[in-house]
């Protein structure tokens, strides 16, 4: 047993049965760190891969049969989501059966190419390394738009001009993060991204809002996490996690039209999703944003049971946003 001398004892953060962090470094997953191996789904015929495209980053990438059998789907493009999962930024990888199972259906669902991106996790890497991870993906996607490159799902059939970044709670927020450095850095190619999917957003901010009622132990965790996974934070006005602080770039420069951004009633941090929303419209960003609330369901109630009926609505609002 530690004694309170031993750093290494010292616990920092926790989440029950999903987390332990010690003030030495050394970490507990309970899980989520589990891979299954990519494969062709019997029941939707979607077939899936993996491939590494730097020593610190891989993506998992799903492609729907609609790209690949006669008919409707001969000869056509698909639209290509890019999307970032969840976890605090500190839990599960993009292989584990949850992610596996969720964007199968959500890739049968929009008819897309989906690429899952496992990104380094902290507190072994702490921010910004999941960010840096994640543009990287961003930019190696973005480099098949002359129809050439090393991944030929990408070049046959992802239909580079109909780009999605998505994702849900700190994959939300990451992609969020994303299309503001494309809106301000741009993408090789002339590549731009058409649409961004923010489920249960990851934000934070200075202030109580309604919605931390709900669980104000939750709220509580989901703020002392983020000074976990991101030691050099200036706090909850961070603008890597509250979009809306002082000092915050611009959300005009928003590299897209088209913003859903998927809420849950009962999710704590709801509200600073609503807050999100109110401040892309009033920030003179010229496009459009969608908001689709659930009742009755808490945060990344969806990864539990996608094939519920507020799952189901979720994802084909996100299969509509996608494809319109």
Known sequence: MAGSGDIDGEVVFEVEHCIRIFKGGRVERYFGSDSVPASTDAATGVASKDRAISPDVSVRLYLPPVAGVSGEGEGKKLPLLI????????????FNFVF???LTSLAARTRAIVVSVEYRLAP??????AYEDSWQTVLWAASHAPGAGEETWLT???????????GESAGAN????????AGAEGLPHGGRVNGVVLVHPYFLGRGKVPSEDWDPAMAENVVKMWSVVCPATT???????????????GLEG????RVLVCLAEKDVIRDRGRAYCEGLKASGWAGEVEVVEVAGH???????DFNGDEAVRQDDAIAEFVNR
């Open 156 to 166: 046959d059939h992802a239909d580079l001009s109909r780009v999605y970044l998505a």
């Open 235 to 249: 706090g909850v006005d961070d603008p890597w996690i509250n979009p809306l602080a002082d000092g915050a770039p």
């Open 100 to 102: 596996h199972a969720y």
């Open 174 to 181: 990451i992609a969020h993060n994303m299309a503001m450095r």
């Open 254 to 257: 928003l590299a897209c039209g």
């Open 83 to 94: 999307y970032f999962h969840g976890g605090g930024f500190c839990l599960h990888t993009a």
């Open 298 to 304: 808490g945060h990344c109630f969806h990864l539990m």
């Open 124 to 129: 072994e890497h702490p921010l910004p390394a």
